[in-house]
């Protein structure tokens, strides 16, 4: 490898972002997951009784549990199609955040409440 | 000088790992906008970059074991059920602030709040870190990277306290108690 193409794989490797948009996504995802699964368990009585993990803490334990298998699963799958590529972060970062805000109002009971 | 062992270890929940998270959390923040931020010059050695790399790992395992013993170890102290006719619910946190209209919303706004916004902590503080970990001083090549990670701490920040503060005020209005007495100190006779 000449010098020239050392240089340019070195900064094209600086540029790259797609494993850290990976991570950023599914951190959104993740923690979208928890208001979502957490929600649907204040509904619905068959959803709340299957998040029942570990009874003494009961539904928690399946909404936490299962969010966290999807945020880690979403990581997993996002980082193996990205980890190498130059996204566009933009959409990444806005949906990330998006989501991220969402899980905040969403977990908080008045506005849970409203659905 | 007595505490029981469910007292304890709400103090070593709340107290100990969560308010060790929070205060961590202020100096991720300034370490970050100060030597990562795009619009920095400074050279940054390799000792700053591992030091930040440590500090959001410790971060990220104490906010981990925060929400994992509030989980599993106080919260099913804490919606302990009662037998019937039980007189004294001083033993069941949220059996005694639902007992009482003044004090129901610390539980039906408050706990449920609190045992779900906590989670938003580690999975954003795991992401940071990891994160960090992968880009270190180059962060600076990436903004938006940069922005979105910092937005996510920031986030993680008002959801910890978020969980503090309310863990505190259940814990004044409900006290988890119980289990056996531990003799932190003796004092001198009257």
């Known amino acids: ?115 | 000088m007595e505490i029981t062992e469910r007292s304890l270890m709400t103090l070593i929940h709340g107290m100990g790992f969560g308010a060790l998270y929070l205060l961590a959390c202020s100096g991720a923040i300034v370490e970050l906008y100060r030597r990562y931020a795009p619009t920095c010059q400074t050279p940054v050695e390799v000792r700053d970059e591992r030091f930040l790399s440590t500090y959001l790992v410790v971060m990220a395992a104490l906010a981990w074991l925060t929400v994992l013993t509030g989980t599993y170890i106080i919260y099913p102290w804490y919606r302990a059920v009662p037998p019937p006719g039980t007189a004294n619910l001083a033993g069941f946190p949220q059996r005694m602030l639902m007992a009482n209209p003044s004090t129901i919303a610390w539980h039906s706004i408050g706990m449920e709040w609190k045992e779900y916004v906590a989670w938003l902590v580690p999975i954003s503080i795991t992401m940071a870190a990891a994160v960090f970990i992968r880009y270190g001083r180059n962060l600076r090549r990436h903004p938006e990277l940069y922005s979105a990670v910092l937005g996510f701490v920031f986030v993680s920040i008002f959801a910890a306290g978020v969980a503090g503060f309310l863990g505190a005020m259940l814990n004044k209005y409900a006290p988890v108690e119980g289990g056996p007495n531990i003799q932190l100190l003796h004092g001198e006779k009257p």
């Open chain 1, 1 to 115: 490898m000449s010098a020239k193409d050392r240089s340019t794989s070195v900064h094209a490797q600086d540029f790259r972002n797609g494993d850290g948009a990976a991570a950023l996504l599914a951190a959104g995802i993740g923690s979208f997951a928890v208001a979502l699964f957490a929600l649907l368990a204040d509904k619905s009585n068959a959803v709340k009784s299957a998040m029942i993990f570990y009874k003494p803490t009961g539904p928690l334990s399946g909404v936490t549990t299962s969010a966290i298998i999807v945020w880690l699963v979403a990581w997993a799958i996002l980082h193996w199609r990205w980890h190498s590529s130059v996204i566009t972060l933009r959409p990444i970062t806005r949906a990330a955040l998006i989501l991220l805000v969402l899980s905040l109002l969403l977990t908080f009971p008045p506005i849970a409440d409203l659905f």
